[in-house]
Nanobody, 118 residues
Framework: QVQLVESGGGAVKEGDSLRLSCVAS????????MGWFRQAPGKEREQIAG????????FYEDSVKGRFTISRDNAKNTVYLQLNRLRPEDTAVYYC???????????WGQGTQVTVSS
C-alpha cells in the first residue's frame, strides 16, 4: 500500500517562495497522475494542481496559475510543488494524492502547513 509524506511547508512572508515535496513509499506512483490540494481554515479542500503520470500534462487552479508549478521525478517516486510569490490567502494545509482512476484520488498524505503573513 502506498503512503505519501508531504514536507517543505513553513511560515513565510508575503512574496516568498517554498518548495513542497511529496514522497511515496510502499509502491510506485510512476504510472499514476498526481494532484496537490489545499485546505484553508474554515474552507473546503480544493485541488490546485495536477500532473499526468509521465509529467507531460499539468493543470492549475486559476488562483495559483503562474505562481505555482507542479513537477515530478518518477525515479525518486516524488512529486513537487513550487510555490512562488506567496500571498496570505495561500495559507493552508497542503496535501498530495494519487489519481487512482480518472478524477478519483486516494492515498492522501498527512499534509504540510504553509503560513503566509503580510
Amino acid at each position: 500500500q502506498v503512503q505519501l509524506v508531504e514536507s517543505g511547508g513553513g511560515a513565510v512572508k508575503e512574496g516568498d517562495s517554498l518548495r513542497l515535496s511529496c514522497v511515496a513509499s510502499g509502491g510506485s506512483i510512476s504510472t499514476y497522475g498526481m494532484g496537490w490540494f489545499r485546505q484553508a481554515p474554515g474552507k473546503e479542500r480544493e485541488q490546485i494542481a495536477g500532473i499526468s503520470w509521465r509529467g507531460g500534462n499539468t493543470f492549475y487552479e486559476d488562483s495559483v496559475k503562474g505562481r505555482f508549478t507542479i513537477s515530478r521525478d518518477n525515479a525518486k517516486n516524488t512529486v513537487y510543488l513550487q510555490l512562488n510569490r506567496l500571498r496570505p490567502e495561500d495559507t493552508a494545509v497542503y496535501y498530495c494524492a494519487v489519481e487512482v482512476r480518472a478524477y478519483q484520488y486516494d492515498y492522501w498524505g498527512q499534509g504540510t502547513q504553509v503560513t503566509v503573513s503580510s
